[in-house]
């Protein structure tokens, strides 16, 4: 069974909506798939699938030791596709005790036997148990945006990732265990991996190597969502080299969408893109990203440098060509009378809005940024 867990640094990137419209690609391409609410206290993975609320979900099978796990799984109308909701029982996910962790993990991976793909929608932000269930793969995906807050927080996921992997191999009490509860409570933004790694050797050499080893099979993916120009694809380079240099991470490029209005539509219409409009340059995006993950092995997989480098040089290339084809289908839109000039001019005032908000929000984190330098510096 692959597991495909999908998080975000920060919420409003559309991870939920990547999630489900994966969900249905791998369905549609023949795939036993169930995809899992795990976004606990503010789960709607419901609403994007067009489906009602649920009255059952993974909060009724742990708050009722008496549940059978089967009974929150439910049918959907896309054949080969089951969902799991979340609900509302549980106000967050920081509040699921070790005991509910394991017992959920152990009710998902028992599907194996009747299930191709597990994909995970889960919680924005970087609690304990997010990490957790992300790290139930070597190959989880991150979603982001362009914008600069959801570039820092990618990588401030993937970060913690990190650091929870290293925290998970080594054992109570081991030396370096007692080093990283020591770093964790003063805080870890300052450490880089490459440079604490050789610290970590020297006093426990037992939890480097262990840790060593899951860290080279850990390739998270990325997917560049929201996506208004194919400039703004450039930005995945800054998570990859910050996680080289400073987390000593490698990470696949899945690929980038674009922003679209026809997705609100299909929202609004309670259908996922995909099958609201399948011929949508969105969708296409999504059934793109969605063979390149069938195509990958199943099994943990270790990438070389090309590997990843080829990556990110094709998701250049296909924000290129998917802007192209935005283009055209504004202009064919425009001839055939279904949108109007108005129409046109009322998209570009909304997408210069847009713009506008990132360029303050971009402005007011070089402020900060400088000023934090600028306290570097004093001490």
Avoid: W
Avoid at 46 to 55: A, E
Avoid at 237 to 257: A, F
Wanted: glycine share 6%; charged share 25%.
């Amino acid at each position: 069974m692959r597991i495909i867990p999908i998080a975000s640094g920060k919420g409003g990137v559309g991870k939920s909506l990547v999630a489900a419209n994966l969900a249905i690609s791998f369905a549609q391409a023949g795939q036993r798939v169930v995809l899992t609410d795990l976004d606990l206290g503010a789960s709607n993975l419901h609403l994007v699938l067009g489906n009602h609320s649920p009255k059952t979900g993974i909060g009724t099978y742990l708050n009722n030791v008496k549940s059978n796990f089967t009974d929150v799984i439910t049918e959907t109308d896309v054949r080969g596709l089951r969902f799991i909701p979340g609900d509302n029982e549980i106000p967050g996910t920081a509040n699921l005790s070790v005991s509910q962790r394991k017992a959920l993990v152990k009710e998902l991976l028992a599907l194996k036997d009747d299930t191709d793909i597990l994909i995970l929608d889960l919680g924005a932000g970087t609690h304990q148990s997010i990490l957790d269930f992300f790290l139930l793969s070597n190959h989880g995906i991150v979603v982001s945006a362009p914008a600069v807050t959801a570039v820092l927080n990618a990588y401030v996921f993937l970060k913690n990732s990190v650091f929870r992997l290293m925290f998970t191999s080594c054992t109570k009490g081991s030396p370096a265990r007692v080093q990283l509860e020591n770093i964790r409570k003063e805080g870890a933004g300052h450490i880089y991996i490459p440079k604490f790694l050789p610290q970590i050797k020297k006093i426990d050499p037992a939890s480097h190597e262990k840790f060593v080893k899951r860290l080279n099979a850990l390739h998270p993916r990325l997917i560049m969502n929201m996506v208004d120009e194919p400039k703004n694809a450039e930005v995945a380079m800054k998570i990859r080299r910050s996680c080289e240099e400073y987390l000593d991470l490698k990470i696949e490029h899945m690929g980038i969408i674009y922003r679209d209005s026809v997705q609100d539509t299909a929202l609004a219409s309670r259908l996922p893109i995909v099958l609201y409009k399948p011929q949508a340059v969105l969708s296409q995006a999504i059934y793109r990203i969605a063979d390149k993950i069938l195509e990958s092995p199943v099994d943990d997989f270790e990438l070389d440098d090309k590997q990843i480098d080829d990556s990110f040089q094709e998701a250049e290339l296909e924000a290129e060509t998917d802007f192209d084809a935005k283009m055209e289908y504004v202009e064919d839109l425009l001839h055939s009378g279904a949108m109007s000039q108005g129409d046109l001019i009322e998209t570009v005032k909304t997408q210069q809005y847009e713009i506008s908000k990132l360029k303050k929000e971009n402005s007011f984190i070089k402020l900060k940024l400088t000023k934090a330098i600028q306290q570097g510096f004093k001490v």
